[in-house]
C-alpha cells in the first residue's frame, strides 16, 4: 500500500486546513487510517485515528479533540483530517498511515504503512 499526503500549506492561527491520503496499490479495507506528526526537535506524535468501517470507531489526542476531524471515503481509497482552530503549535510536517488491524489505534508502532508527509505551518 502506497500513501499519498497532501493538503498542507501556510495558515494564520485560527485557520483551517484539510489533509488528504490517497491510497492504492492495495486495498484500504480493512485498514484502520492513523494521522501522525512531527514537529522541529520533538517525537512523532499520534494525531487522530479512524477504524476501517466508514462508520468506525475514531480516536484523538486530547490537545487536538474538539478541533480537528478524521473521516474516511473507502470508495476513494482517502482518508481525511480536516483541521480548525489551528494553533501555532500545530506546526509540524503530518504523515498519513495504514494498519492492517481493523479498529482505530494510537500506538505507532502497530501502523505498518506511512506516507511521506506534508507540513502545515500555522502562522501566530
Known amino acids: 500500500v502506497q500513501l499519498q499526503a497532501s493538503g498542507g500549506g501556510l495558515v494564520q492561527a485560527g485557520g483551517s486546513l484539510r489533509l488528504s491520503c490517497a491510497a492504492s496499490?492495495?486495498?484500504?479495507?480493512?485498514?484502520?487510517m492513523g494521522w501522525f506528526r512531527q514537529a522541529p526537535g520533538k517525537e512523532r506524535e499520534f494525531v487522530a485515528a479512524?477504524?476501517?468501517?466508514?462508520?468506525?470507531?475514531?480516536d484523538y489526542a486530547e490537545s487536538v479533540k474538539g478541533r480537528f476531524t478524521i473521516s474516511r471515503d473507502n470508495a476513494k481509497n482517502t482518508v481525511f483530517l480536516q483541521m480548525n482552530s489551528l494553533k501555532p503549535e500545530d506546526t509540524a510536517v503530518y504523515y498519513c498511515?495504514?494498519?492492517?488491524?481493523?479498529?482505530?489505534?494510537?500506538?505507532?508502532?502497530?501502523?505498518?504503512?506511512w506516507g511521506q508527509g506534508t507540513l502545515v505551518t500555522v502562522s501566530s
Open positions: 498511515a495504514a494498519a492492517g488491524i481493523p479498529q482505530a489505534m494510537s500506538a505507532m508502532r502497530l501502523y505498518d504503512y
Open positions: 496499490g492495495g486495498t484500504f479495507s480493512p485498514y484502520s
Open positions: 479512524i477504524a476501517w468501517s466508514t462508520s468506525g470507531s475514531t
